[in-house]
């Protein structure tokens, strides 16, 4: 099972998500940008780091792409290159936004409404990049 935090500022979404990913992995909750980086370095300190964040870009105190920005220049700044970092996929309503978030970083890019079948499909794809980069 992996580990995932899902970023989501809406309660409806963050249920649904949920629900979809309970068979893919334990999950964790965070509703403000704030949330999203204490839960992110919470884990880093544990030594229990996610395989996978769902990080929507709209959200209170700090936006999406911030946090992912900050992600990966901690990421670099430890020596990991891109592309070997957090799986990270941006969750979104923002349609005109994922180039910047791919410039920034991301993984992967899901429009809301959120589709099931796709939504595991790029799951998949890239946690089967990263069990292959670790195996």
């Known amino acids: 099972m992996y580990k995932i935090l899902i970023v989501e500022d809406n309660f409806e979404n963050r249920q649904l998500l949920a629900e979809i990913l309970r068979e893919v992995g334990g999950c964790d909750y965070a509703s403000t940008g704030q949330e999203a980086i204490d839960a992110y370095n919470l884990s880093l300190e544990k ?42 996929i941006i969750v979104t309503a923002h349609e005109k936004r ?19 079948d796709i939504l595991l499909q790029k799951i ?10 670790e195996g």
Do not use: H, M, Q, W
């Not at 999406?64 to 220049?73: F, N, S, T, V």
């Not at 998949?124 to 980069?133: G, H, M, N, P, Y």
């Open 47 to 88: 030594k229990e780091p996610y395989n996978l964040i769902l990080l929507d870009i709209e959200l209170p105190e700090v936006s999406g792409l911030e946090i992912l920005e900050k992600i990966r220049e901690g990421e670099k700044a430890v020596g990991i290159r891109l592309g070997e970092g957090i799986s990270i």
């Open 98 to 116: 994922f180039l910047e978030a791919f410039e920034k970083g991301c993984d992967d890019y899901l429009l809301k409404p959120i589709n099931t």
């Open 124 to 133: 998949a794809d890239v946690l089967d990049r990263v069990d292959e980069e």
